[in-house]
T-cell receptor
Framework: SQQGEEDPQALSIQEGENATMNCSYK?????LQWYRQNSGRGLVHLIL?????REKHSGRLRVTLDTSKKSSSLLITASRAADTASYFC????????????FGSGTRLLVRP | GAGVSQSPSNKVTEKGKDVELRCDPI?????LYWYRQSLGQGLEFLIY????????KSGLPSDRFSAERTGGSVSTLTIQRTQQEDSAVYLC?????????????FGQGTRLTVV
């Protein structure tokens, strides 16, 4: 089962531009996380935002969370060709398991 | 170990054969996940082990799929009587705590091809 839906499915930008990806989910959450995947293999954790937080920063990454709209956004500023990857949001549930459910992902291409 | 280790990295099997995929989580991590990813798609949740609790098997697509975690460490995902639609990358992840939600650390996956 998939909880989140990312938008857009694919994004192509020029190096130096900002990239914004959105994630919508369906049920109440404990936390929302963003991951990056290169070449269709292992995922790397980028950032975690808890349900009582509204915004979080990490380097060139900015994540927002709107629990009333059940949505989150990931902003990558001053993009680089090396940012080319697929980006996934994952939600941790409210029940005691905190099970992580992933969305469908956004494929980002940063053109040099 | 430095990270989550999965073996084999690639597996080609004939339709109808059984396969076992192995995951060695990071030492001390209490939570362990299995996901499946078809080409160009998102991650499909399969099963979740959380400490000593009964595993959450709600994502297993059929009774041909099973998984176990021995001694709270190594996990094996078994697919019986493989079908071509089972072809995918199988990803394992572990997490250091079951409370409050924390990041998951992923292995590099096993690419399964059923011919």
């Amino acid at each position: 089962s998939q909880q989140g839906e990312e938008d857009p499915q694919a994004l192509s930008i020029q190096e130096g531009e900002n990239a914004t990806m959105n994630c919508s989910y369906k049920t109440s959450i404990n936390n929302l996380q963003w991951y990056r995947q290169n070449s269709g293999r292992g995922l790397v954790h980028l950032i975690l935002i808890r349900s009582n937080e509204r915004e979080k920063h990490s380097g060139r990454l900015r994540v927002t969370l709107d629990t009333s709209k059940k949505s989150s956004s990931l902003l990558i500023t001053a993009s680089r060709a090396a940012d080319t990857a697929s980006y996934f949001c994952a939600t941790g549930g409210m029940d005691s398991s905190y099970k992580l459910i992933f969305g469908s992902g956004t494929r980002l291409l940063v053109r040099p | 170990g430095a990270g989550v280790s999965q073996s084999p990295s690639n597996k080609v099997t004939e339709k109808g054969k059984d396969v076992e995929l192995r995951c060695d989580p990071i030492s001390g991590h209490t939570a362990l996940y299995w996901y499946r990813q078809s080409l160009g798609q998102g991650l499909e949740f399969l099963i979740y082990f959380q400490g000593n609790s009964a595993p959450d098997k709600s994502g297993l697509p059929s009774d041909r799929f099973s998984a176990e975690r021995t001694g709270g460490s190594v996990s094996t995902l078994t697919i019986q009587r493989t079908q071509q639609e089972d072809s995918a990358v199988y990803l394992c992840a572990s997490s250091p705590t079951t409370g409050g939600g924390t990041e998951a650390f992923f292995g590099q996956g096993t690419r399964l091809t059923v011919v």
